[in-house]
């Protein structure tokens, strides 16, 4: 099939509305790079109560709409406004599951019990709403666990509706550690058929799992980076989906995110103090004094100051880091400038080490969309020392703020960094292999020589960095290919 494709688009979150970490960004984001290439995309997502309807022009659309869930019926309402682009959004508004503080956990992190439930709703209902809306989709696109079981629904309980019996599923896979396993007892609720729960399709280890289900009925399955594509296949990077993956064959493949510049390029950003290019840089410097006044820190241009933007939970690296931090702050000449929020004990320990080191590491406990763009225009280094990355965004927004990444060699981190060549000033970042406190001390130690002693090699990578382009165009139109492949593989089998 060519030309204009139908879709629909379900998530947990999506920028501006609802976000805790790149799906935000992506659900988006991607939809209105879709929508300006001439496709024909909506996007749903839940009606939590935080998300403020006079602001972002949020009205009601459908007053009761009835959701089949089991044996039980559940009557909900449905909202609407745009992203900015033109593309509707709808949000689906049933107080008793989203009418909660945050968007998965409870204030002390732990999720809410009943996400199975929450997540499968808000799937069942994306489906009805078509109905509501006689909108025929071509492609309905699941993300992450949480609506990973739309492509199930589509082959078993509309294969033969009128309007969803052609919708092909499409999955992408932004996170494989998080897969949706709960109790055999939340099965029930979804409504599909005993036969599906088995080892092949749902069913894992007598529990049931929502993403496991989601490869298998997808027409087509994607994650966020070739490099993570290539790890989900093996055994240590599959969280025990790798077989499942492999099965996929031709079926399963990675697709870089792209990037909103529109949100996140300093020479337009609205949310930093100054703006600037890589040849008129000085704005550069503004920003890192105001936000080493922000966060206390000692004011002096001269000291380099390395930015951390992150959801502070273990695949982050940053229990690693906690083992080395201290050395490095005590033993160089550095700043830390830290966002994040997550787990108890990581936010207690990057929390308190201001308090320690007053002047030399600054941090905000919380969820901060502006601090996240200043970090990002006022650092000069930007660390990702994950255990496992999708794709990873904030490194890629680094690259454009001329902030140099130190990541971990691992996923879309690989992918998206060229590693500095000391012998050419070639490169865009610092990358290290290990995952060990010693190898971040080293790397940091590396990229900081760089900075202070070889000025040229510094601005070369910073120029090579700006230069980088990751926008959605490219991305974008390797979505509708996967979408057209979903739809031939549906027609074909
Ligand atoms: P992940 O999706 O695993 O969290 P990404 O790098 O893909 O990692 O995306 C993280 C996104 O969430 C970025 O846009 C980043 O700026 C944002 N983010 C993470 N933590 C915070 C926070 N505490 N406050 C504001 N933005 C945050
Ligand atoms: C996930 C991943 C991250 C990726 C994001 C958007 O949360 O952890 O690496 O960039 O999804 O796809």
Avoid at 227 to 252: I, Q, S
Wanted: glycine fraction near 8%; charged fraction near 20%.
């Amino acid at each position: 099939m060519t030309g204009s494709l139908n879709i629909l688009l379900v998530a947990s979150e999506c920028f501006p509305f609802a976000k805790t970490g790149g799906l935000g960004d992506v659900a988006g984001s991607l939809p209105q790079f879709l929508h300006q290439s001439g496709h024909n995309i909506i996007v749903v997502i839940p009606m939590y109560s935080f998300i403020d309807r006079t602001s972002y022009k949020i009205g009601t659309t459908v007053k009761k709409m009835e959701v089949r869930m089991g044996s039980e019926c559940i009557t909900c309402s449905v909202n609407k406004t745009k992203l900015t682009a033109g593309v509707p959004i709808y949000f689906i508004d049933y107080e008793p599951f989203f009418g909660r503080p945050n968007i998965y956990h409870n204030d002390d992190f732990t999720d809410y019990a009943d996400n199975p439930r929450r997540f499968t709703f808000l799937s069942k209902a994306a489906l009805q709403l078509c109905h509501e809306l006689n909108f025929r989709p071509d492609i309905v696109h699941a993300n992450d666990w949480h609506t990973a079981i739309l492509p199930a629904y589509l082959k078993r309980l509309y294969k033969d509706d009128p309007l969803l019996g052609d919708a092909a599923g499409v999955l992408t896979i932004h996170n494989i550690a998080y897969q949706g396993r709960y109790d055999r007892s939340y099965y029930g609720y979804t409504g599909l058929p005993e036969e599906d729960f088995t080892a092949d399709k749902f069913e894992c280890l007598r529990a049931v799992n929502f993403l496991k289900g989601g490869i298998h009925f997808a027409n087509m399955v994607n994650t966020v980076s070739k490099g993570y594509a290539a790890e989900t296949k093996t055994p240590a990077g599959g969280y025990g989906l790798h077989e499942w993956l492999n099965k996929k064959g031709d079926d399963y493949v990675g697709i870089l995110n792209g990037v909103d510049y529109s949100q996140w390029d300093p020479e337009k950003d609205t949310l930093i103090p100054a703006n600037y290019t890589y040849a008129d840089i000085s704005g550069k410097y503004v920003c890192k004094s105001i936000l080493q006044k922000q966060l206390k820190l000692k004011r002096s241009e001269k000291t380099p100051v390395i930015g951390i933007v992150s959801r502070l939970v273990e695949q982050k690296g940053l229990y690693v880091l906690s083992a080395c931090i201290e050395d490095i702050v005590n033993t160089m000449d550095v700043q830390f400038a830290i966002l994040g929020s997550g787990d108890n004990q990581l936010e207690g320990f990057y929390g308190s080490l201001p308090q320690r080191y007053a002047g030399k590491v600054g941090s905000y406990i919380g969820y901060n969309n502006e601090l996240a763009h200043r970090i990002e225009a006022g650092s000069d280094f930007f660390l990702m020392p994950s255990i496992t990355e999708p794709c990873g965004l904030n490194q890629i927004y680094s690259l454009k703020y001329g902030t140099l990444p130190i990541v971990r060699a691992t996923g879309g981190l690989n992918d998206t960094v060229e590693n500095y060549n000391p012998d050419t000033g070639d490169g865009t970042g610092f990358k290290f292999r290990d995952l060990s406190g010693k190898a971040i001390y080293n790397t940091v130690g590396w990229a900081l020589d760089t900075y202070h002693n070889r000025k040229s090699h510094f601005k070369k990578l910073m120029k090579k960095a700006m230069e980088q382009n990751f926008s959605w165009e490219e991305s974008a139109e390797k979505y509708v290919q996967l979408y057209n492949r979903a739809i031939e593989n549906k027609k074909s089998r």
